[in-house]
């Protein structure tokens, strides 16, 4: 991958990023997020009080939801240039963050069908809102494994200047760690494990959030590196 390509995808990374945030902004069920305890009739209720900004927000997250994958893609690129066989972290790095977008398209579509019929029996309602936290809570394998490829890779960067500091391997694990709990979230109703817990929800997406801030400086001193390399091979 170019420099000027791996330029490109960081600052659609930055734009994509804003617009994601406003997105989920959007959404009257994210802040704070809707209870697992909320009876059929309330959830229908709430979907029919709130149908016309859950609609736009889930639209607007259905066509920016998968604008991360060259972010990731690029940190893909960036794996491929560590000094080791390395090749198969980066591709399951890559193939795990597809899983990842899949699930969360999942959730995006069965909001969007509670969304599309209001006036539907109650407990249908509550079956797709069910099914739309679960997809967008507790899958977290898939993020996990992105980490622990990450990192494993760095610690196998045999490179005289590794392409990405030592710390960063152990950032991806505690991130792996931090996310794993939410796992637990579809046999907890209330408390820190329930899908709008502490553990589940705010610490989960708190520490994606601050993985990809971390992992956007740390990609763009990668590239800035790579850059400054090629211009001393370019000029000796």
Known sequence: MSTRDQRICLWL???????????FSLFPGFFPPMSPTMSAQEVADFYRANVGRIRTSMIALNILGITLIPFFMLIVGLMKRMA????AFAYSYFSAAVSGATLFALANLAWLIAAFRPDRDPQLIQLLN??????????????????????????LDDR???????????????????MAPSAFAMMFKTG???????????LRFGTFALYLLVMLVVAWLAVDQ???????????
């Not at 990374?13 to 997105?23: D, P, Q």
């Not at 069910?130 to 610690?155: E, H, K, R, S």
């Not at 990405?164 to 760690?177: E, K, Y």
Request: glycine fraction near 6%.
């Open 130 to 155: 069910d099914f739309a936290w679960f997809a967008f809570v507790t899958p977290v394998g898939m993020i996990m494994a992105q980490n622990l490829c990450l990192a494993l890779g760095i610690y």
């Open 84 to 87: 080791n066989s390395s090749a």
């Open 226 to 236: 790579q850059i400054r390399e090629e211009e001393r091979l370019t000029s000796s």
């Open 13 to 23: 990374t930055v734009v994509f990023g804003v617009l994601l945030a406003i997105a």
């Open 192 to 202: 820190p494990l329930a899908w709008d817990g502490f553990l589940a929800f705010w």
């Open 160 to 178: 005289t200047k590794p392409v990405f500091p030592r710390w960063i391997g152990h950032f991806n694990i505690v991130t792996a760690l931090l």
